[in-house]
């Protein structure tokens, strides 16, 4: 396979992984790619590569885990890139499932998140940044040592924090999270059937987290979205 760049007219070619390519993410002037390849063109780079415009860089200490040294995904702000996975040490400063790299260095966000067990290996499979806060969600059911903090969590530079569960009932009433840092627009769907769909919320340019509530799921046997 190959990592490609499309300009408008056509695609070209900027490097070809040993292995796949989970996440992409660009950010002055730099193209990080994440997944689980070991090296890009010839150039080692465990999980995690940057593309400068003109050659493929390692990115400090690759990530660790002795099954599956992976990274799926990827987000940026203006000075940090945040990794998330199934790894269990970026470089040299432990950081269990997620990382932060400024440049020159691997960071733990808090001692990162766990699983439950010995067999649940903790997963970050994505990443948002917005507000000065890193929002995290995956197969974890803790952060930072908290474990009232499943799934979904938010970091601000110094402590983890719940933002409640990615699904749920509030006062009786279906519920859930969204999260982008992009702006990008989202609709929610919902059925009592699978054959008729009823669009119940839409989310505009949503930079950040936002809960939606479906108040007319209190009296209802069954719903799907």
């Known amino acids: 396979g190959s990592i490609q760049h499309w300009n408008g007219s056509q695609w070209t070619v900027l490097g070809t992984p040993n292995d796949t390519v989970f996440a992409l993410a660009a950010a002055g002037g730099v193209v990080y790619a994440g997944g689980s390849f070991s090296k890009v063109s010839g150039v080692d780079a465990q999980g995690i590569a940057g593309w400068n415009g003109s050659q493929w860089l390692s990115l400090g200490n690759p990530v660790v885990n002795p099954l599956m040294p992976y990274v799926y995904s990827i987000a940026l702000d203006q000075t940090n890139v945040y990794v998330g996975g199934p790894f269990t040490t970026p470089g040299t400063n432990g950081g269990n499932g997620i990382a932060r790299f400024d440049g020159t260095q691997w960071y733990a966000l808090g001692g990162g998140v766990t699983g439950g067990t010995l067999d649940s290996a903790p997963v970050v499979n ?12 995956g197969a974890f059911l803790a952060a930072g040592g908290d474990a009232t903090i499943k799934y ?22 279906f519920s859930l999270f969204l999260v982008d840092q992009l702006g990008r627009t989202y609709g929610v769907d919902a059925s009592t059937n699978f054959l008729s769909w009823t669009r119940v919320a ?4 949503l930079g950040g987290y936002w809960q939606f509530i479906d108040s007319a799921s209190t009296n209802i046997s069954r719903r799907y979205y």
Do not use: E, H, K, M
């Open 126 to 137: 994505a990443i948002g940044v917005a507000n000065g806060q890193v929002y995290a969600g």
């Open 152 to 173: 979904f969590g938010a970091w601000n530079g110094t402590n983890w924090s719940s933002l409640g569960p990615r699904i749920g009932f509030v006062d009786g009433q």
């Open 202 to 205: 839409n989310f505009t340019n």
